[in-house]
């Protein structure tokens, strides 16, 4: 089955087309029969989704790295600053 053949039915029509591959699919698994169907493809939607996703994480990683370093460099100085609490030192 193609993703091409399922795109202009309703999502809710989409999903049970691809529930009922895959029960055929497992099916022919378990009673050891050959699969001569092709395996669903990706659609190009999906894919650039994901990588939109994948974008925004990056940026946010990036955008949180300023403010994770400069937590840190205070974090340390504070550490440096304080008094210690061991007796003789």
């Known amino acids: 089955m193609k993703e091409e053949t399922i ?7 989409q999903e049970t087309v691809r529930g ?4 055929a699919v497992a099916d022919a ?3 050891h029969r050959p699969l001569d169907v092709p395996i669903p ?6 894919i650039d989704r994901v990588r939109a996703e994948i974008q925004r994480e ?3 990683i990036e955008r ?3 403010k994770r370093d ?8 504070s ?3 304080a008094p210690s609490l061991k007796p003789g030192i």
Not at 7 to 13: I, Q
Not at 20 to 23: A, Q, T
Request: glycine share 2%.
């Open 58 to 60: 990056q940026s946010q």
């Open 29 to 31: 698994r378990a009673n």
């Open 20 to 23: 009922e591959f895959e029960s």
């Open 41 to 46: 493809q990706v659609s190009d939607l999906t």
């Open 79 to 81: 550490e440096q600053e």
């Open 64 to 66: 949180d790295r300023p």
């Open 7 to 13: 795109k202009g039915m309703s999502e809710s029509a």
């Open 70 to 77: 400069l937590d840190m460099t205070a974090s340390n100085r």
